[in-house]
């Protein structure tokens, strides 16, 4: 992501004539820094301006719905939860199923960041049950799922949960490495709820390993 911020602000915007061409550059520095923020290396209220700019000043823009999404994160991350939420609903509002989807399992995720495990398990059950024919589904299910275990375990049912994450790591996609990051550390917090510190300890290290970008 820095190497993309890097080379966007190489580009002189003078020199830049078309509408959609300035929209791409505002839209990839803003997300770039964004992501950059919710790993860590930046300032999230910062992002957040940034992103909030891009939503409304290009409500038509093709990556407004990204945008969208990505600003819920950094809300998220700052532990913005109600306006978190505000922004998966506008996501479920999107006419495509495959929104909806991504919009209930991040809803449920919010839920289970505030603790609200029993309403998170809810959505994470509503998103199973959501049948969206779209590649990009079987994903968006093993998310929802990593998200229920995880609730799961914070309510002291964890034998179940490490055997819901341990099946998403296997049926994950080798490509799919954003889903196994995100297994890996649920695997974590599994294990952290039974206090099994050193099982603990290499679930997380499989991220710092293998999947530090995310």
């Not at 999404?69 to 306006?83: C, H, I, K, Q, S």
């Not at 495509?96 to 209930?104: D, G, N, S, V």
């Not at 790591?169 to 297994?183: T, Y």
Request: charged content about 25%; overall charge neutral.
């Amino acid at each position: 992501y820095q190497n993309a911020i890097d080379s966007l602000k190489r580009i002189d915007l003078a020199e830049v004539q078309r509408t959609e061409i300035r929209q791409e550059i505002a839209f990839y520095t803003a997300y770039c820094q964004a992501r950059l923020a919710i790993a860590g290396d930046g300032e999230l209220l910062d992002a957040g301006k940034e992103l909030n700019k891009f939503i409304k000043k290009y409500r038509k823009n093709y990556h407004y719905l990204q945008t969208v999404e990505t600003l819920g994160e950094v809300l998220v991350a700052m532990g913005r939860y109600d306006a978190a939420q505000k922004q998966y609903v506008i996501l479920g509002k999107a006419p495509w199923p495959e929104y909806k989807l991504r919009a209930t399992v991040l809803e449920g995720r919010v839920l289970a960041a505030q603790g609200n495990h029993e309403e998170a398990i809810a959505k994470f059950y509503a998103a199973l049950a959501m049948q969206v024919d779209s590649p990009a589904t079987k994903e968006q299910h093993l998310g929802a799922t990593l998200g229920k275990a995880i609730s799961l375990a914070a309510t002291e049912k964890v034998d179940e949960a490490v055997a819901m994450v341990t099946d998403v790591i296997a049926r994950a996609e080798p490509e799919a490495a954003r889903l196994h990051a995100e297994s890996y550390n649920a695997l974590g917090r599994c294990y952290l709820q039974a206090d099994r510190k050193k099982d603990a300890l290499l679930a997380f290290l499989h991220v710092d390993l293998l999947y530090n970008s995310y």
